[in-house]
């Protein structure tokens, strides 16, 4: 019998297998080598991360367009504030740990009332229902004053602590986002190699057909959604015990666009995607904005000059005007407001067009979109 010779992980397919333990330790590496700004950053990155791998559940893995995520991350947010919060009618005084799993399951209660007036709906019309839905939380949040005090919110929230520690700077944060993300990736991907991902993924290619197969689509859709808005809710309570202060406002929908952006460019179904989602949509806007960018930036003034100019010249024959490249110090700033959209939207057709299935698909996904090359022509001898 030959002996067996342990090796060490040299070829590429043995480092493939520790490939997410690596990515988590240089994460961990990065509050030492970058500034608090950096690491701020990172933490709202992270918060979309987690919010991603939610609505990845429910429209990469079952295939229902929701465009209402924002009502289950509001319903987290506010089951923190609510509890917490000094200047709230119900304040409990009750500890963070003690909030986060009542915040999970009111907000899986929110995804099970939403998903079932929505069971029969498909496509477009899910989708149009499901964004009425997600006002309908906003519009409540802002006209019930006795309760959520409407538009001037909750404030001093506190902030959890943890083996007598209290999770108040940045790096603190930063690690416990990432233990948080982690702990949901793990949950979904366990979800997606399971019977339940794998009726989820029946459902997305063909209900009827998965209905015809004995997949029970009611059961499954409404788990679906439950899933969802349970990673969302979660989300929602880290958000208001990390910002300290919540209002409608910050609940628009704005956010279930921006998140449906990140899992739609990133990858439908990929837990790398939707990481690489949110460092494009979430962190590039922010990255822009630091000083260090701009002044990375104003050393290129003479390619904006070059371009300025180029600019002019095509307002010189075409009628009206394209504008100009604004100053370096300017543009995280213009990117942060409005322009963003029209170069997010011009991403998404970008992906669509070139990328169907996204930056980073999943492995699935990617066999989904995949041509196979026609056989080669055999010559008759």
């Not at 790096?171 to 989820?200: M, P, Q």
């Not at 213009?334 to 990328?355: C, H, K, N, S, Y």
């Amino acid at each position: 019998m030959p002996d067996r010779v342990s090796r060490l992980p040299s070829t590429p397919t043995d480092l493939l297998r520790f490939r997410w333990p690596i990515f988590i330790a240089l994460c961990c590496l990065i509050p030492f080598v970058v500034s608090d700004v950096w690491v701020q950053m990172l933490v709202f990155v992270g918060l979309f991360v987690i919010l991603g791998l939610g609505l990845n559940v429910v429209v990469g893995f079952a295939g229902l367009l929701d465009l209402g995520y924002v009502a289950f991350f509001a319903a987290g947010a506010y089951t923190m504030g609510l509890l917490t919060s000094p200047g709230s009618p119900i304040d409990a005084h009750l500890s963070f740990w003690l909030i986060l799993p009542l915040g999970i399951l009111i907000a899986s209660l929110v995804g099970l009332l939403l998903g079932l007036p929505v069971l029969p709906l498909r496509g477009d019309y899910l989708a149009i229902v499901t964004l009425g839905f997600g006002e309908i939380i906003r519009l409540f949040l802002i006209n019930r004053d006795d309760l959520t005090r409407g538009s001037q919110g909750l404030s001093a929230i506190p902030r959890p602590e943890l083996f007598g520690y209290e999770i108040d700077s940045f790096t603190r944060w930063y690690y416990f986002i990432i233990a948080a993300a982690v702990a949901v990736a793990f949950c979904t991907a366990r979800l997606r190699d399971s019977r339940i991902g794998r009726a989820w993924e029946a459902i997305r290619e063909d209900e009827d057909v998965a209905a015809a197969m004995g997949v029970n689509t009611t059961k499954y859709k409404l788990l679906a959604f439950a899933t969802g808005a349970a990673i969302g809710g979660l989300g929602g309570v880290i958000y208001a015990s990390f910002i300290g202060f919540i209002s409608p406002a910050a609940f628009s929908l704005q956010v279930s666009i921006d998140v449906l952006a990140i899992v739609i460019i990133g990858g439908m179904g990929s837990t790398p995607g939707v990481i690489v989602g949110s460092l494009i949509l979430i962190g590039v806007p922010r990255i822009l904005q630091f000083r260090e960018t701009s002044d990375l930036l104003a050393n290129f003034g003479w390619l904006r000059d070059a371009l300025n100019a180029l600019l002019g010249a095509i307002d010189a024959v075409l009628p009206g005007s394209i504008g100009r490249l604004p100053a370096a110090e300017t543009w995280g700033a213009r990117l942060a407001d409005d322009t963003r959209f029209i170069i997010f939207g011009a991403l998404l057709v970008l992906v669509m067009v070139l990328r169907p299935s996204g930056l980073w698909p999943s492995s699935r996904r990617r066999l989904e979109f995949a041509h196979d090359e026609p056989p080669a022509p055999v010559n008759a001898p």
